[in-house]
Structures are given as structure tokens and as C-alpha cells.
Nanobody, 114 residues
Framework: AQLVESGGGLVQPGGSLRLSCAAS????????MSWHRQAPGKERELVAL????????NYADSVKGRFTISRDNAKNTVYLQMNSLKPEDTAVYYC????????WGQGTQVTVSS
């Protein structure tokens, strides 16, 4: 099984980025997919989650109204649309798949700075 994130980079405050996570090697549609982030010196935290078959979503309070998680089961891909980015969103963002097993991607750096 493999998760590969992409789409990170440097963006100015107020800007947008869309992260993608391409999955392979497991039944993607049955897994709950989530995005987590870890800033320097801080613990890794859950950012957003989307259920498997039901597709229900949940967000950290700090990103509600700014971030949107979605999935395309035909493409085995989960996305995180990030709008109105703030410097405090700077972190390494990780994709995770969980159900019968637990898989993590390698992470992608997001830096919000002017």
C-alpha cells in the first residue's frame, strides 16, 4: 500500500493551495481518509477527515470554513482544498488511510509566508 501527497509549496497569507493524495495497493473506497499536519515543535494534529462509503466529513475548528476535504474513488485520490491560508497553517501535511490497516504518506510541506 502507498500514499503519495503532492501540491504543497510556498504561498502568501490569504492564498490557496490544493493538496492531493494518490492511493494504491488497497481498497481505497472503503477506507476513511484524513489529512493531518505537524508544525515544527508541535504534535501532529488532525486537520480533516472523510468517511469511506458514507463520505461524511469532519474538520478541526482551526480550519472550518477555510479547508475542504473531498475524495474521488474512481481516481483513488483524496484532496484538501485550502483557502484563506494563514501563517499558522505552515506545517508538513500528511495523508492517512485507516480501516483494516493504517497507512501514512510521506508528507508535503506547506509554507504560508509573505
Amino acid at each position: 500500500a502507498q500514499l503519495v501527497e503532492s501540491g504543497g509549496g510556498l504561498v502568501q497569507p490569504g492564498g490557496s493551495l490544493r493538496l492531493s493524495c494518490a492511493a494504491s495497493g488497497f481498497t481505497f473506497s472503503r477506507y476513511t481518509m484524513s489529512w493531518h499536519r505537524q508544525a515544527p515543535g508541535k504534535e501532529r494534529e488532525l486537520v480533516a477527515l472523510i468517511g469511506g462509503p458514507g463520505g461524511g466529513t469532519n474538520y478541526a475548528d482551526s480550519v472550518k470554513g477555510r479547508f475542504t476535504i473531498s475524495r474521488d474513488n474512481a481516481k483513488n485520490t483524496v484532496y484538501l482544498q485550502m483557502n484563506s491560508l494563514k501563517p499558522e497553517d505552515t506545517a508538513v501535511y500528511y495523508c492517512r488511510a485507516s480501516w483494516l490497516a493504517d497507512y501514512w504518506g510521506q508528507g508535503t510541506q506547506v509554507t504560508v509566508s509573505s
